[in-house]
């Protein structure tokens, strides 16, 4: 039954398309093995396929009924995944994005010998395009670029030739296989480009790495992080001059400008000079103990949906629910330990599965931290 419940999508619009990418992709892994059932694939095909909404689930389905002998409705799904896109926004709890299927969807066309299916150039076009408008990846779509990478790396046994300028200078450049180069930023301050001389399709990418001289910005367009800073009788604490020993509560408020988050991840980064209160130690302060503007911690804590939290020695961690209609109150606190002075990187949200969503606290100013005798 395709309708059936599947984790929690019942209800909505997308419980079809989910179940269809499930069955077409067990049929996929049974093909290999010759123990697909044909009449099962046949009726995704003919009833369901229409109702997929990305290309990989018609990929696993089409090739699933070529490996099981049906070749002309193999034909035709195969087409009809090549030519679908993904949406690019919304989400069906699959982990997965326009820029993971299109890549598992190379792969596969590879891996299968396919690549001479009408439409195999422009979702390669598709893909680049996609990954060009994205600053951060998913460990999904992460893995998915690397598998269609060595999929492409299989195939490149042909010749190839083109023009490299780098800052005026040309080489001309005639290779079998990858080439790669790297260049130093005063080296390609005058510009890089390269043009292809062979008739086959080229693969070229650029990657540049670095660091940043400046803090990043706050960043709230999709998730707003503050960050607070108490005593622990619950009074806000402005100062940014400290002695060892000293006891702060840390007080994350996080707001999602999305209808719902569910994976978000919060990483508070300590600076040095700081440690996180072990709250396993029988003699430490307890934070469920402490009230905020005359509220009780855990009170607040009880009303966020925190699925996981880690106190580590550099950092905060938490994954939590966001929901646009309310704030994620977390908490943690934090002891002074060393003198010196310090900055406080800004804090750091993100959608684990979609980090294109994402959020930037602000920078405080650079904190100082001296003995107790001072």
Wanted: glycine letters at 8%.
């Amino acid at each position: 039954n395709i309708g059936s419940a599947c984790f929690g999508y019942f209800d909505s619009e997308n419980s079809v398309p989910v179940q269809i990418a499930i069955r077409s992709y067990a049929g996929y892994v049974l093909s290999r093995v010759k123990r697909a059932s044909l009449g099962s694939l046949r009726t995704l095909a003919d009833q369901y396929a229409d109702k997929c909404q990305s290309s990989l689930p018609l990929l696993h389905l089409g090739i699933a009924l070529k490996t099981m002998g049906d070749h002309k409705r193999a034909d035709k799904v195969i087409k009809a995944g090549i030519e679908k896109r993904r949406k690019s926004r919304g989400y069906w709890g699959d982990y997965g994005s326009r820029v993971r299927d299109l890549a598992w969807t190379m792969a596969l066309i590879l891996e299968h010998g396919l690549e001479n299916e009408k439409g195999f150039a422009s979702l390669v076009l598709d893909l680049e395009n996609e990954i060009g408008k994205r600053q951060w990846l998913s460990t999904q779509e992460k893995f998915s670029i690397f598998r269609a990478a060595m999929a492409i790396d299989s195939r490149t046994g042909k010749m190839w030739k083109g023009k490299l300028t780098v800052s005026g200078n040309i080489n001309s450049l005639e290779k079998q296989g990858n080439y790669v180069s790297s260049w130093k930023p005063n080296e390609i301050s005058g510009g890089l480009s390269f043009v292809s001389e062979s008739s086959d399709l080229v693969f070229a990418s650029a990657m540049i790495t670095g660091y940043t001289k400046n803090a990043p910005l706050r960043d709230d367009r999709q998730i707003s992080i503050r960050r607070n800073f108490y005593d622990t009788s619950g009074k806000p604490v402005d100062s940014s001059r400290f002695k060892v020993g000293e006891l702060l509560m840390v007080h994350l408020v996080v707001k999602s400008k999305e209808e719902f988050i569910p994976d978000a991840l919060i990483v508070d980064l300590l600076p040095a000079g700081f440690e996180i209160e072990n709250q396993n130690l029988k003699h430490s302060v307890k934070l469920d103990d402490l009230k905020v503007a005359g509220g009780s911690v855990w009170k607040l804590k009880e009303n966020a949906e925190i699925l996981h939290e880690e106190f580590r020695d550099d950092r905060y961690v938490a994954a939590v629910v966001l929901n646009r209609n309310s704030a994620c109150n977390l908490f943690y606190l934090v002891r002074m330990v060393s003198p010196g002075s310090f900055f406080w990187p800004p804090t750091l949200a993100e959608s684990m599965y979609r980090p294109e969503i994402r959020g930037i606290g602000d920078t405080p100013p650079s904190v100082t931290i001296i003995n107790k005798n001072k």
